[in-house]
């Protein structure tokens, strides 16, 4: 809400070293992608175009992710301050609450070099966006981004049962949930894509997708659309993660004064 | 009928112990020490609608936890709960929807926006209508003034100002009941005062039950018939606030200042405590002696310049009596 925007306003010189930063680090690793594909000519398969279409897809989820679902980046934090008291407090879906207390303007700042990548493989793609695809791809951005939010949901909600920091389940995560989706999954060995797939579901954010719009072959032979599919794997991962964290909230300490 | 009952309440917090420096973190890391701590053991009361109690004990008595498990922020480890005919932990939202809370300690107002900002706010989370929120802030304003305050950032408001904001946020939606954990905590005695008024005014016009917690033993004696005492996570009292003081911590004590003190001066059930340079100290108690004819007494032997009557701390009484908590 306001509140979350307004203290975002007064860190300035923190805002800009995101602003320089953020976009830095997405196109870097875009151009890492173009040296490789140069290289090795293809990498499991992918063009130079599929890639940039695979990675500017994993980068707009993690925009969404930042822009609607913050909050969940810090309920370490809030449970070891008893600020979900007041949550807690109002007759109101606690989640929800939650959510929109840091609702994240800024979080325009990680999607925009997304975008621009993404809008530029289309290009070069030359894709068909007729109406089946402009579905797909509003299913494929809901489920990237639900799945996004899950694995912070549940890393977070750890925080109910033990106390542990922001800034290292935050690292943590933040390093698995980008790697995971800066190359696609089938350079991996077959047991990380197992784990990946359908463990941590991170293949369905863009790896997935991606094949399917470009029209490839999956490691899994997965039998519905790819697309469909990760919508309805972005649904029941956040619907987990969510049983997850209001179980937590069944067990939050508050704080003692 | 009660509007609240409490039934053999217990929670427990388990937390691990630090040991100070790198051998003890390391052990904190692969070897936890982990404490149990009985915040509440075994805690039964209940209210009467319209009641005003008074909850009162020593710090790490069990206040905050008991008024915590009341309205459904924490679960308790046994034991049940009924507010208006609910379960707290089970219908939340319905229970929250109907009681307003006010935690002294920590700031229910959203500290970067203006204090009727945060109001406007609430009055959409309650969905309260125009006309109920309208009457609640003329009502507020006349009582606590809040209109002034309302165009202030919340972080720019004194601590007095912002409980006058804090109580007032939590009235808006005309709850049944209020529960105020240390509403009066660090204010002064004219602060206090609004704040002692408010809850009496609102506890007549509308009815609202309500519990207190406070270390001012002031507060109670001003607003509380009844007084729930918790030491320890055990209830050691429970009954009329005169019975209670009057047991526990019966001694009273004048202070009197004086040019020349009387180190023999005697009267019938009084104690002299402490005598200085120009000060004395008698304690008495209130059943067998009234201060009116000590004083008089004295005034016969010494030239009194200024005279106060102390209350007993009663929650040193509850220390020495119960131990230390
Ligand atoms: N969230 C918590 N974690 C660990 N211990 C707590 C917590 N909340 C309360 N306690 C402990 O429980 C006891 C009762 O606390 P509390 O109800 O806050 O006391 P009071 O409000 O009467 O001062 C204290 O010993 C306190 O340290
Ligand atoms: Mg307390």
Redesign the interface.
Known sequence: M??AV??WFEYPLEMLCWIIFIPLYSFGGLLLLKVISTQFSEIGGWTFHGLAFFYGLGIVTHGLHVIFFFAVWHTNYMVLN?E???I??????PFFMFIIQSFNIAGYIDITPGIIIFTYACLKLNLDWNAVAILKLIAVLIGGTLIRTGIFMIAGAIGFFR?TRNAVTNFMVDFLAYNTTAFPLNIYPYGIQVILTFLIPVGFINTYPAQDFMGMDNTFSIPINLSLCTLLVGIAFFLLAYGFFRFGL?????T?? | MSIIKAVHLRKRFIVKKKEPGLKGALKGIFAPKKIIINALDDVSFSMKKGEIIGLIGPNGAGKSTTIKILTGILQPLSGEVEVMGLNPQKKRAEVVSRIGVVFGQRSQLYWDIRLGESFELFRRIYRIPDEEYNANLELMDSLLGIRRLIDIPVRQLSLGQRMRGEIVSAVLHSPDILFLDEPTIGLDIQAKRNIRKFIREINQKKKTTIILTTHDLGDVQELCPRLVVINKGKIIEDGALDAIVHRLAPERILQIDTDKVKKDFTYPHCKMIKCEENKMWISFNRENVSASKLIAALSAEVRINDLQVKEPDIEDAIEQIYGEG
């Open positions: 306001r509140c307004q203290s008893g979900f008291d007041r807690l407090l109002y007759p109101m879906n106390d069944k067990h939050y300490k508050s003692g004064s």
